[in-house]
């Protein structure tokens, strides 16, 4: 089954330590992204990556940092965590397949609270 | 920068159409999508259109580009219960891969 994992799915932490919410997904897309979703904000993304070793900037990268290693695997770590990180956020993958199809798939989403 | 605008709410009787829209500022969007979100859920890729298409129907969906006056539209048709849910409009500019701005989404409550 074609799936985006996300781990942990809930998480309360403290400001300044130090955490990493995993996303992996199965369908060798090149593309993935995270974003976070805030009330009356809608989603906005944080970083994206279009391949292995090849990451930039979304719209709120500032607090976040994100690594591609592998295609699968797209983590995003919170240096020092602050209370405005306090979010749901979801990582998603795409894949355009030419001719204008394209898939994409979102995780379940993390919901992160930063104390 | 680019902007994406929705309403916040619509409220449709179960078996009517539903129409949501939205606005975009860049003209030279290549995509167009839309996406659905359940509750406590992540988001579903409904449909997308390519900037040089006018109109693209899937099923119950409607999307209509007007790309003169940079409006979006989805129209839901025999609207059910089950279609309650956050409808999100989402661009994307040439290239194909690079960021992704979204609306703010609109809330559609399906009336039994």
């Known amino acids: 089954e074609a799936q985006v994992t996300q781990n942990p799915r809930y998480l309360i932490t403290v400001t300044g330590k130090k955490l990493t919410v995993t996303c992996s997904q199965n369908?060798?897309?090149?593309?993935m992204s995270w974003y976070r979703q805030d009330p009356g904000l809608g989603l906005r993304q944080i970083y994206y990556s279009m391949n292995v070793e090849v990451t930039d900037k979304g719209d709120v990268p500032e607090g976040y940092k994100v690594s591609r290693k592998e295609k699968r695997n797209f983590p995003l770590i919170l240096e020092s965590p602050s209370p405005n990180q306090t979010s749901l956020y979801f990582c998603?993958?795409?894949?355009?397949?030419?001719?204008?199809?394209?898939?994409?798939?979102f995780g379940p989403g993390t919901r992160l609270l930063v104390l | 920068g680019e902007d994406v605008e929705q309403s916040l709410f619509l409220s449709v009787r179960e078996g009517d159409s539903s129409v949501i829209n939205c606005t975009y500022t860049?003209?030279?969007?290549?995509?167009l999508y839309w996406y659905k979100q359940e509750p406590g859920a992540g988001l579903q890729l409904l449909t997308y259109i390519f900037s040089n298409m006018d109109m693209k129907q899937d099923q119950r969906l409607t999307v209509l580009l007007n790309k003169k006056d940079k409006h979006l539209s989805l129209r839901i048709a025999d609207t059910q219960t089950g279609d309650s849910a956050i409808y999100f409009c989402a661009e994307i500019p040439p290239g194909g891969y690079q960021k992704v701005t979204f609306g703010i989404g609109t809330k559609l409550q399906v009336i039994p």
């Open positions: 860049d003209s030279s969007s290549t995509y």
């Open positions: 369908m060798n897309h090149e593309y």
């Open positions: 998603a993958s795409r894949q355009y397949s030419g001719g204008h199809q394209e898939t994409q798939y």
